[in-house]
């Protein structure tokens, strides 16, 4: 009869080491699941934080650009606002800031522009209708005509208006001499006025000028609207039966454009003057943030220049970035 002893003492002894591989497997494989556990959630946060700034980077360039071409982007986001929800199909939710200044201003830029000059309807149609008793070139009694513009903090603005029409019309009793009044001011961009001036001519054989100067004050960046209106005629002399009535429809012709600056014609004039440099730039300072389920993820913040700016936007245009900033939350 054989034994068979020494087999099963064999078979115990590779059961053994199965559960000694086993045990130790259990202890190497549960760190490793766990460190590969880890770094899925790692690579996963760090790979929605990336699309989070490949969003507010791609935000930013979009805001470059318009500020590039000349947009007043301060008075655009305020109005329709740059942020988006799910900002081009990212799943991310961008936000967008913008002051128009820096929290510490820099210098004016090296140079200057000068005054820029500007025509404000003697020539340019002020609706779409093209009304010519709304130009200023021959504005209608009782007519306002507005002329929309851009203006940042600390700008200056000079507005001079002249009307070189003479008042004379004759009548069976003569002749009759009457001088046209006229009124200009300028609304702030919440509509109240500031700046204004009126003028009734004191003699019919010189223009009627009417003329301020003003300086936006910090924190006024915005769209302001200069306004000019015609008042009507007053008679003057002789015919002293005789008003004015059945002529007030008489518009008021003014002087043309010119960019001299001369007070015999019309025209406004803006820039900032700084130590007798005459600038027309603007600051900026924007902010994009990426977010995801309303948790913030990763914001850029940009300090900009815009020369010459967007007070005369139809001029080539530059854009300086001063600082760049980019914070993960």
Not at 11 to 23: E, R, S
Not at 220 to 247: I, P
Not at 289 to 310: C, F, M, Q, W
């Amino acid at each position: 009869m054989f034994k068979i002893t020494g087999l099963k003492a064999k078979k115990g002894q590779v059961f053994i080491l199965v559960l000694m591989v086993m045990a130790i497997g259990l202890i190497v494989i549960s760190p490793l699941l766990d460190y590969l556990s880890s770094s899925y959630r790692t690579y996963t946060k760090d790979l929605i934080k990336t699309n989070a700034y490949y969003a507010a980077d791609a935000m930013m360039e979009y805001i470059i650009h318009d500020i590039q071409r000349g947009v007043n982007v301060y008075e655009l986001n305020a109005s329709t606002s740059y942020s988006q929800d799910d900002y081009l199909d990212s799943g991310m939710d961008v936000t967008v800031t913008i002051n128009d200044s820096m929290p510490q201003p820099l210098a004016p830029p090296e140079g200057g522009s000068g005054w820029t000059y500007l025509d404000p309807g003697i020539l340019i149609c002020p609706e779409a209708s093209c009304d010519s008793t709304l130009l200023l070139s021959s504005l209608g009694y009782g007519k306002t005509h507005d002329f929309p513009l851009y203006l940042v903090e600390e700008a200056d603005i000079e507005v001079n208006w002249t009307m070189d029409d003479e008042g004379r019309w004759f009548l069976f009793c003569g002749t009759c001499s009457y001088y046209l009044g006229a009124s200009m001011w300028m609304n702030y961009p919440n509509g109240s006025k500031i700046a204004e001036t009126e003028v009734s001519g004191s003699s019919t054989n010189a223009p009627l000028t009417l003329n301020f100067d003003w300086t936006v004050p910090e924190g006024g960046t915005g769209d302001y609207t200069v306004q000019f209106k015609n008042t009507g005629c007053h008679r003057q002399s002789q015919c002293s039966w005789f008003s004015c009535d059945g002529n007030e429809n008489r518009p008021s012709y003014s002087a043309s454009v010119s960019g001299t600056g001369d007070t015999s014609y019309t025209w406004v004039k803006i820039g900032m003057e700084k130590d007798g440099v005459v600038y027309t730039y603007q600051d900026y300072s924007v902010t994009a943030t990426a977010s995801k389920n309303g948790e913030d993820l990763v914001s850029i913040t940009a300090y900009i220049r815009h020369s010459p700016g967007s007070m005369v936007y139809w001029l080539e245009q530059t854009v300086e970035i001063a600082g760049w900033q980019v914070t993960y939350h």
